[in-house]
């Protein structure tokens, strides 16, 4: 399995905005891509007093499905998060490949 993670640190002063956000915008338009066959919005537990820390993870089949979310529907939804929210979310992604690893349980 083939991950795409976004990590999204918020300004504490917007996390309602951007959890609306995130839940009428964000997430329902990652997933139109039907390729995706699963994802999570995980905290991320770090102690800041002036931030929080998120990780949206898009679980995919295969690496062209990321690559394509990446390149067709991605760009967008960053640009509408900057329009938004300018500097106050600052945003990384990685892709990630499940591994199987022999001798471990």
Known sequence: MDILNI??????SIIKEWSSFMGKVFIPYSNVQENFS??????????DPNAY???????????AHIDTFMK????????????LFGDKVLTFHT??????MTGME
């Open 95 to 100: 892709k990630l490949r499940e591994v199987k």
């Open 53 to 63: 820390t998120y990780s949206y993870q898009l679980y995919a089949t295969e690496e």
């Open 38 to 47: 699963g994802h999570n919005l995980l905290q991320v537990m770090v102690e």
């Open 72 to 83: 067709e529907i991605f760009p967008a939804l960053i640009r509408e998060m900057k329009q």
């Open 7 to 12: 990590t999204f640190n918020i300004e504490k």
